[in-house]
């Protein structure tokens, strides 16, 4: 018999409390909720698997495939530990669920602190296996996210550096937000998502659309920051040919380019108090006209927004209408910051360096122990981004197929150094003797490439050979320290 875990019942998200919610969208709620039949879409699956030395490794779950975890040298997560017993337990997914099965070990398969004997038991992302010393996280993510819609006449938007990193869950936070955004996903009401600068803040916004009864209309998304006010009411609402000046043709907006799918707000704390003024009207009538028209159209979109900035400090400060925000504020979910959500970092960071050595056509890198504890001790105030960016230095710089302390970017690998004293100044040519041990390898590591062009007449491919490195390498290493001529 499948043990169910209660602590997987429906929980609010962290951080603020939402507002009350309405009468009719609580019935909406409860009504999408019991439309999840109780069981968690997998996605991509993926189990973290930590040793008692503090390596970490990642395990990719397809259809079909079971994981032995045991003492027996043969399986799968190998755990050479008296406590352990040789054939311990499996986990194996079977399309959308996953399970793990105790077969009948010595002193059990504790699962989210509870232990399973000889019995099986349903996963979902975020749950812990522990076997003698090792910790396995269950991580789940969405498949790799499709390019938000571009409406006609509008420029494309800029790469997104989390495109394709999904929506991860493997940490108790994540879990949470993962259970509202299923619950959310079925309703029709506003959400506002908070979150810093690189949280996710956009990917868990095309959640909400990927897992609603809208996912097969269109998903639009408008960064409300990056267009001056005079061109936001057009790009939002469209315009009638011969509107303005310059306007030759008719301009479909974002909202009607969203009609039967859902339109993210992005960066909603930047938009003009005039533009707020349009918008709220937008939504309380689900009406708009284009610019220079007459006729209205019924809108059905659904809208998310999402902003980094405390939009109830922006109300007091008279930059933000309180009436939108308590429109758009009928429920908020805010996303954890990544470090809140450590347990997901050996898993984006594997995530992120299979992208990137994809993209460059190379297999990807293994992280060596040492380079993971890094990652998972860094504080990433800039979040995912961040975080994909240390790992695309470090996957252009390691050349051995494993990733080293050394090939993280000095800010990360360096967090731990003690900032550089007062004192004299240095000699020139040389790093000062109190500068961090970051700055100082990377002075002689600029002076050493300065001195290889010089020895070698400014070839790249000769000065690469001396170094001991790729001329890939050495090529990021002249734009990292502006040597490039």
């Not at 019995?119 to 090792?134: F, K, M, N, S, Y």
């Not at 689900?286 to 220079?292: S, V």
């Not at 659904?302 to 400060?317: F, G, I, M, P, S």
């Amino acid at each position: 018999m499948t043990e169910r875990d209660p602590r997987r019942q429906a929980a609010p998200p962290s951080g603020e409390a939402p507002p009350p919610l309405a009468a009719e969208v609580a019935t909406e709620l409860e009504a999408a909720e019991g439309a999840l039949g109780g069981r968690t879409p997998q996605g991509q699956a993926s189990l973290i698997v930590r040793a008692a030395d503090g390596t970490a490794r990642v395990i990719d779950l397809t259809e079909g495939d079971v994981v032995a975890i045991g003492r027996a040298p043969e399986s799968a997560v190998c755990v050479d530990d008296p406590r352990v017993s040789r054939n311990h337990a499996i986990v194996a997914r079977h399309g959308d669920a996953l399970e793990v099965v105790d077969r009948g070990s010595r002193n059990g398969t504790s699962v989210n602190g509870a232990v399973l004997r000889n019995a099986a038991r349903d996963l979902a992302g975020g749950d812990v296996i522990r076997i003698g010393p090792a910790e396995i996280v269950v991580a789940i993510a969405a498949p790799a996210r499709l390019p938000p819609l571009t409406p006609p006449g509008s420029a494309p938007a800029a790469e997104d550096a989390l495109s394709g990193a999904g929506f991860v869950v493997a940490d108790e936070a994540m879990v949470k937000v993962f259970q509202v955004v299923q619950r959310l996903a079925r309703a029709r009401t506003t959400v506002l998502v908070l979150g810093e600068t690189g949280a996710g803040k956009e990917v868990v916004s095309e959640q909400i659309h990927r897992a609603s009864p809208r996912a097969g209309g269109p998903f639009v998304q408008l960064s409300c920051a990056a267009l001056p006010e005079t061109l936001l009411e057009s790009e939002l609402f469209g315009h009638e040919k011969a509107a303005f000046t310059g306007a030759d043709r008719r301009k479909i907006g974002y909202f009607e380019a969203a009609q039967g799918g859902t339109l993210l707000l992005d960066e909603i704390g930047e938009l003009p108090l005039a533009m707020q003024a349009k918008l709220l009207r937008v939504l309380e009538s689900r009406r708009m006209a284009r610019i220079g028209g007459t006729q209205e159209l019924e809108l059905d979109v659904r809208v998310v927004c999402a902003t980094h900035r405390d939009l109830q400090a922006e109300v007091a400060a008279g930059r933000f209408r309180q009436d939108l925000y308590y429109r758009i504020s009928t429920f908020v979910l805010r996303v954890p910051p990544l470090r809140e959500r450590r347990a997901e970092i050996a898993l984006l960071a594997h995530r992120f360096a299979q992208q990137i050595a994809e993209r460059m056509g190379e297999r990807a890198p293994r992280f060596a122990p040492a380079a993971m504890q890094v990652l998972e001790a860094h504080a990433w105030p800039g979040n995912l981004r961040e975080l994909r960016n240390a790992v695309e230095h470090a996957v252009v710089l390691a050349e051995a197929g494993v990733i080293e302390v050394e090939h993280l970017p000095a800010s990360v690998a360096g967090a731990g150094a003690a900032p550089p004293s007062a004192g004299a100044p240095a000699s020139a040519g040389a790093p000062a003797e109190d500068a961090s041990m970051p700055a100082r390898l990377a002075e002689l590591e600029k002076k050493s490439i300065e001195d290889a062009l010089a020895a070698e007449g400014n070839n790249q491919t000769r000065a690469a050979k001396r170094l001991g490195i790729s001329r890939r390498a050495l090529l990021y290493k002249l734009e990292k320290y502006d040597l490039r001529r």
